[in-house]
């Protein structure tokens, strides 16, 4: 059997995923990080970007997040966002008009989280 971590994905508004998983891949404030069992423990912040999880089944979850906390402990990673989505929970049409919207309102904030949407969706 492979190594496991356990991965609790969280907003603000609800708990989004949960499971045992062999590698998660995020991006923080200081770049992307790959976190697998056994890594040192960790504190960062999350940056908005899509977050792969690798489950221990050979699956793979997507999610879009929006701004957090990412923290790794004793084989248990929490990724605590503002704002966090699985790709397949994303309207993609949806997706395109909001990015669309905030590009012609030049709203970055926006668009950045629009285009996060999108990048989760083309991965899944």
Known sequence: MAAELHVEL??????????EATLVVAR????????MPGHQPLLGVLESGPVNIRTSEGG??????????ISFADNKL?????????ADEIDVQRAERALERAK???DAAAERRADVRLRAVAVR
Do not use: C, P, Q
């Not at 879009?64 to 906390?69: L, P, S, T």
């Open 78 to 86: 929490s990724l605590l966002a503002e704002i966090a989505e699985l």
């Open 104 to 106: 012609s309102d030049t």
């Open 10 to 19: 969280v907003a603000a508004d609800r708990s989004v995923w949960s499971g």
């Open 28 to 35: 923080t404030t200081s770049g992307d990080i790959g976190v």
């Open 60 to 69: 793979t979850v997507v999610a879009a997040v929006h701004g957090g906390f």
